[in-house]
């Protein structure tokens, strides 16, 4: 939990996906963040003081250094954006 509150600390890129943002509501790192993850865990993130955006499986939510998804649909866009907070340039797509 002090390498993810490290993370957020010094604002460096942070993915999760469906059930990891439970790592995050357990280090207390999702106060007024904007996040998705498996619908079970939708309370979970509101309780952590997080915004809960319920997306469909393939979709990813980004804000700021943060990337989650819901699934394992998502992980074309999750990575997709994941890269993009990263600074890599994603061309012929």
Same mark, same amino acid.
């Given at each position: ?43 979970? /993130?509101?309780?952590? =003081?997080? *915004?809960? @955006?319920? &997306? ?6 980004v804000d700021g250094n943060l990337v989650t998804a819901p699934a394992w649909p ?8 994941? /890269?993009?907070?990263? =600074?890599? *340039?994603? @061309?012929? &797509?």
């Amino acid at each position: 939990l002090e390498i993810v509150r490290h993370f957020f600390d010094a604002n460096k890129p942070v993915a999760a996906i469906c059930h990891g943002l439970q790592v995050l509501t357990a280090a207390g790192v999702l106060q007024g963040r904007t996040a998705t993850a498996y619908p079970a865990v939708g309370p979970e /993130l509101t309780l952590a =003081g997080a *915004r809960f @955006e319920e &997306v469909s499986a393939d979709k990813a939510v980004v804000d700021g250094n943060l990337v989650t998804a819901p699934a394992w649909p998502a992980h074309p866009e999750w990575l997709a954006q994941f /890269l993009k907070v990263l =600074g890599v *340039r994603i @061309e012929g &797509v």
